[in-house]
């Protein structure tokens, strides 16, 4: 995707399966109770998730690295990473693993009005990550620091890296949320349309964490978009 003069993203036509099998090694899975909770690869050896649900209980304290959680990638392999921090205000958490979980980081990049992007999860026990599509509507931030997008995401999807079209790695979805503020746009919509709907069409949108607020703490390890 490249931008027009008038800033508005000009789209060049991909293909989609083969992108999101180049950006599948950067999404992982912990195993619980049968469901699969995703965590993102954001460095070489670092790898986010969300904070809520069964991770709301790993509290930071003096003893934080030594819960230990195994994570695997798309072709099975186990990787034991240590819990390194956890924010349960914003909604995430960072694990650290001593061995490489990938052998090239992705590339972190910003988000931009009116730019599509991919998100990748597990929404069902019994199958492989599944993609869904949406787009940013804004790139307002909310008092966390956080975005809204348009996918919809349901449970499965929490903790799933969301890319762009150039494969860049825009942030993490943590939950769904109310559009209070944010007008969205489903995966059937075309960028030229929905602009004067109200918020309540969309009453589920995904919140968001930008991959940079991620980062920041880990730049050293991290790539990122010139």
Known sequence: MDQSQNGAPVYIPIEVDNLIRQLEQYLFYEEIDGQKACFTAISTHYAISFNHGPHQIWG???VENQTVVTIRNQAGQMFGTKLVHCDADVD??????????VSVPPVIGLPRKLERYILLGYPNTDSSYQALEGIFSSVEL???GRMRGSSRSKRG?????????KG??????VANGSSSKFIGFNGQST????????NSTFPSLSVIVPAYYLSYKYHKDCKFSR
Do not use: A, H, R, T
């Not at 999807?157 to 079209?165: A, M, Q, V």
């Open 60 to 62: 930071l304290s003096s």
């Open 92 to 101: 995430f958490i960072v694990v650290y693993s001593e061995f490489p979980l």
């Open 142 to 144: 909310d008092d966390k």
């Open 157 to 165: 999807y929490s903790g799933g890296p969301i890319f762009n079209y």
């Open 168 to 173: 860049e790695l825009l942030g993490i979805n």
């Open 191 to 198: 960028v030229n349309e929905l602009f004067n709907e109200l």
